[in-house]
Nanobody
Framework: QVQLVESGGGLVQAGDSLRLSCAAS????????LGWFRQAPGKEREFVAA????????YYADSVKGRFTISRDIAKNTVYLQMNSLKPEDTAVYYC??????????????????????WGQGTQVAVAS
C-alpha cells in the first residue's frame, strides 16, 4: 500500500524559506512522477512542482519558478520541496502526490489533480506579511 507522509510545514515570515519533505513507501517508485500540490482556503488544489523518480527531471508552475526547488533522495525514498522567498500568497496546505507510473501515464508531464493517484495528508504552510 502506497503511503506518502508530508512534514516540514509551519508559520514563517514573508521572505523566509521552508523545506517540506515527503516520505514515500509501499512500492518501488522508479517509474513514477511525484509532485507537490497546494490548496488555499476557498480555492482549488493547484499544481506546484513535480519530479520524475528516475532520471530526476523537474518542472514547475509559473508562480513558483525561480523560488521553489523540488528534489528527491533515492536512498531515503523522500521528495523535498525547498521554498525560498516565500510570499503570503504561498499560504496553503501542501500535498505530496504520486502518479500510477509510466504504464498509466498519458501525459509525460502531469499537472492535473486527476493525473495523480496517491496522496499524502497534507502539511500547512502559513506565510505572514
Amino acid at each position: 500500500q502506497v503511503q506518502l507522509v508530508e512534514s516540514g510545514g509551519g508559520l514563517v515570515q514573508a521572505g523566509d524559506s521552508l523545506r517540506l519533505s515527503c516520505a514515500a513507501s509501499g512500492r518501488t517508485f522508479s517509474d513514477h512522477i511525484l509532485g507537490w500540490f497546494r490548496q488555499a482556503p476557498g480555492k482549488e488544489r493547484e499544481f506546484v512542482a513535480a519530479i520524475s523518480w528516475s532520471p530526476g527531471s523537474t518542472y514547475y508552475a509559473d508562480s513558483v519558478k525561480g523560488r521553489f526547488t523540488i528534489s528527491r533522495d533515492i536512498a531515503k525514498n523522500t521528495v523535498y520541496l525547498q521554498m525560498n522567498s516565500l510570499k503570503p500568497e504561498d499560504t496553503a496546505v501542501y500535498y505530496c502526490a504520486s502518479d500510477r507510473g509510466g504504464s498509466f501515464r498519458f501525459n509525460p508531464r502531469p499537472t492535473r489533480y486527476s493525473e495523480f493517484r496517491y496522496w499524502g495528508q497534507g502539511t500547512q504552510v502559513a506565510v505572514a506579511s
